[in-house]
């Protein structure tokens, strides 16, 4: 089966680090997608990871352990405007896309 | 000049009826998604195609049929609309397997909100 697991909610404070985790479950691993969506928006492409490791972009970096099944998101410095619901999606066989529940992030003045 | 567009952003229709929503991308990808993401905000992918072919055909009801007349647009068509319909649809496109970064990003339309009344 797949089964993809994040936190529903977090909140935070402008200027402090937050981590948003997620776990998987999935039949097929062909990588790992961290999308932002803002309310009433289409979802955009935030980062992706194949290999064990961090990946760092700005303020956003990402994090996956295959053998753990376990992805983390590390936002830094955080703004109003990182207020969002952040989806974490694993690539299956072929271009079969599985999406988690998405984190809600509110950032607090 | 945007890359994924859906037509129309909004769709209120009656419980019966029957709909069309339309997408198309000026990427060049080879790749097409439709996704369904319900009140709770799960986003769920409802088919593929690769170059004009079906390749994912999630377990949807068969009201549900897609067409790609080419590879830049894939069109979704509801027949015989119930309530449970109601959700923002989004068409997504990517490169493929054909992506030489090997990524294979997705890059979502503003997406389409249908309400079954």
């Known amino acids: 089966g797949q089964n993809i697991d994040q936190p529903t909610e977090m909140t935070a404070t402008e200027g402090a680090i937050v981590q948003i985790n997620c776990t998987y479950q999935?039949?097929?691993?062909?990588?790992l997608f961290w999308y932002q969506q803002h309310a009433g928006e289409a979802p955009t492409f935030l980062s992706y990871?194949?290999?064990?490791g961090l990946e760092e972009k700005g303020r956003f970096s990402s994090f996956l352990s295959r053998s753990k099944g376990y992805s983390y998101l590390l936002l830094k410095e955080l703004q109003m405007k990182d207020s969002a619901s952040y989806l974490c999606?694993?690539?299956?066989?072929?271009?079969?896309?599985?999406f988690g529940p998405g984190t809600r992030l509110s950032v607090l003045p | 000049d945007t890359a994924v567009s859906q037509t129309p952003k909004y769709l209120v229709t009656q419980m019966g009826n029957d709909k069309s929503i339309k997408c198309e991308q000026n990427?060049?990808?080879?790749?097409m998604y439709w996704y369904k993401q319900d009140s709770k905000k799960f986003l769920k992918i409802m088919f593929s195609?690769?170059?004009?072919?079906?390749?994912i055909n999630e377990t949807v009801p068969n009201r549900f049929s897609p067409k790609s007349p080419d590879k830049a647009h894939l069109n979704l068509h509801i027949n015989s609309l119930e309530l449970g319909d109601s959700a923002v649809y989004f068409c997504?496109?990517?490169?493929?397997?054909?992506?030489?970064?090997?990524?294979?990003?997705?890059?979502f339309g503003p997406g389409t909100r249908l309400t079954v009344l």
């Open positions: 997504a496109s990517s490169h493929g397997k054909s992506d030489p970064s090997g990524t294979d990003t997705q890059y």
């Open positions: 999935t039949s097929g691993f062909n990588g």
């Open positions: 990871n194949v290999l064990d």
């Open positions: 999606a694993v690539r299956g066989y072929g271009q079969n896309f599985v």
């Open positions: 990427l060049g990808h080879d790749t």
């Open positions: 195609y690769n170059n004009k072919e079906l390749i």
